[in-house]
């Protein structure tokens, strides 16, 4: 039986990403990112609906696109993409800060574990207005 589950999810999200540069975990309540980290999280669970994409567990790529005014970029590509990748991934992990302040979307995943991250890319492109698009894909496995 072939496996139809789907190989590539990509996320659109109006807006800044959320990014991480400090040791304070973004998903804290009250965090300065809060509004960044739950704008990526229901745009992921609205995407992860749409697909009935399940979360992947082997090695993955993730590509992130950050459309933005020429000359106002806010972050550095690696903060941009450590807090999309954070907010992607599995959150079981970060559950000791508690996270109910999250609800349902405590349970949005698009893959386990930074880990399984191969390969990334980072592109930005102009636009008028803030947005950005983040896609996670199935990488074959090493042989």
């Given at each position: 039986m072939q496996d139809t589950r789907a190989v590539a999810l990509t996320v659109k999200v109006s807006g800044l990403p959320p990014v991480k540069t400090e040791a304070l975990s973004i998903?804290?309540?009250?965090?300065r990112q809060a509004t960044r980290v739950r704008a990526l999280l229901q745009a992921a669970c609205a995407a992860a609906q749409r697909t009935g994409w399940t979360p992947l567990s082997g090695p993955i790529?993730?590509?992130?696109?950050l459309r933005c005014p020429p000359g106002h970029r806010t972050s550095d590509a690696s903060t941009l993409l450590g807090g999309v990748c954070a907010v992607l991934q599995d959150k079981k992990r970060v559950a000791s800060i508690g996270l109910a302040h999250l609800g349902v979307l405590v349970d949005v995943a698009l893959y386990d574990?930074?880990?399984?991250?191969?390969?990334?890319?980072?592109?930005?492109?102009?636009?008028?207005?803030?947005?950005?698009?983040?896609?996670?894909?199935?990488?074959?496995?090493a042989v």
């Open positions: 998903f804290a309540a009250g965090h790529e993730v590509d992130l696109v574990d930074d880990r399984q991250i191969r390969a990334m890319t980072y592109r930005e492109e102009p636009a008028e207005d803030y947005s950005y698009e983040v896609r996670v894909a199935a990488m074959p496995a």
